[in-house]
């Protein structure tokens, strides 16, 4: 199996696509700009709310029973994490909060590459190096936004700006110029004004397991990055993989199971057809390529790196005027 680009998953897996290199005055700077910035403190009830299982998932098939988990082809991990988080809160708040909003499609992964690395940090090029942090692009989510896998050259009058499908080569590109690429003003370009339109409405920090499955039990995605790594992705027969190894990566906890040992979390890929093995609760072939069932344990290894972040509410798309629905 092979990337979009040529990469195979064991050029990934050998080379490491160090995709996450963390700032941790990068991530105390942007926590200082919230007025509530773990998740204890903006969302207390959670912690107290029922513990139940949820498959965050569910309301993503619901929608676009299509998807599939695509390939990064550079070291832009934190961006696949965080499009996989802004696409799930996408579709719980559509299918949970029965908001008059569509299912827009998917989300681009490249303007949040760039700017994570450029209009996040100042705005100034940052070269052509691969990588960046959670804290980064929590902060181009919540104080610009997302765009969707779509053309928006007629809107920017910018042929670069066709985001249809990803490329590996963009990312590389606008990783150095930002959102948008080199004929995007930084920050206050077409493109990143386009973003604005649809924000994150909040993000926080997730410290520990408990907090992660309180977030998730609620249908609240949390964005993951640490340096620990999990071999070759073999599930055991309860569809568990064990930390094994050491990767600086980014990936995304997308669902929880309560058990008698605690809760597990689903974690979530970003190297295509990857994971393998027993996978006795999921049906869907498309998630069991790309996840497995993480211990509670290894879960807050990852936590306790202090650059993981749930994410709530992303302001949609509304629905087309021809599409009457009843009250």
Wanted: glycine share 12%.
């Amino acid at each position: 199996m092979s990337t979009s680009d040529g990469v195979t998953l064991r050029d990934q897996y050998e080379n490491g696509l160090p995709g996450w290199q963390p700032d941790y005055d990068g991530i105390d700077g942007f926590l200082a700009t919230l007025a509530r910035p773990t998740l204890v403190e903006a969302a207390p009830q959670l912690m107290a709310a029922e513990k139940r299982d949820a498959f965050l998932w569910e309301p993503l098939l619901s929608l676009h029973p299509a998807w599939n988990r695509g390939a990064q082809g550079i070291g832009d991990c934190v961006s696949w994490g965080w499009e996989l988080g802004a696409l799930l809160t996408m579709c719980a708040d559509i299918v949970f909060r029965k908001e008059a909003e569509s299912f827009a499609g998917e989300i681009a992964t490249e303007p949040i590459y760039g700017g994570s690395r450029v209009e996040a940090r100042g705005g100034r090029l940052a070269g052509y190096s691969d990588g960046s942090y959670g804290a980064a692009a929590a902060r181009w989510v919540k104080e610009w936004g997302v765009l969707l896998r779509k053309n928006y050259a007629g809107e920017t009058q910018n042929t670069d700006h066709d985001l249809t499908t990803y490329s590996a080569k963009r990312a590389k590109e606008w990783g150095n110029f930002g959102c948008g690429g080199p004929r995007d003003s930084r920050g206050d370009g077409p493109l990143d004004k386009l973003a604005r339109e649809h924000p994150v409405t909040e993000v926080a920090l997730v410290r520990t397991v408990e907090e992660a499955a309180a977030a998730l039990s609620a249908f609240k995605p949390v964005v993951v990055c640490s340096n620990v790594g999990y071999g070759l992705m073999r599930r055991n027969a309860e569809g568990i993989v064990r930390a094994q190894g050491s990767w600086s990566h980014c990936m995304l906890f997308g669902g929880v199971k309560w058990t008698s040992a605690g809760p597990l979390l689903r974690q979530f890929q970003s190297w295509g057809q990857s994971a393998s093995g027993p996978d006795p609760d999921i049906s869907h072939e498309a998630v069991s390529w790309c996840s497995w069932w993480t211990r509670p344990e290894d879960a807050d290894r990852q936590l306790r790196q202090g650059d993981s972040f749930a994410l709530a509410g992303l302001t949609g798309w509304k629905r087309p005027k021809h599409d009457h629905v009843l009250a």
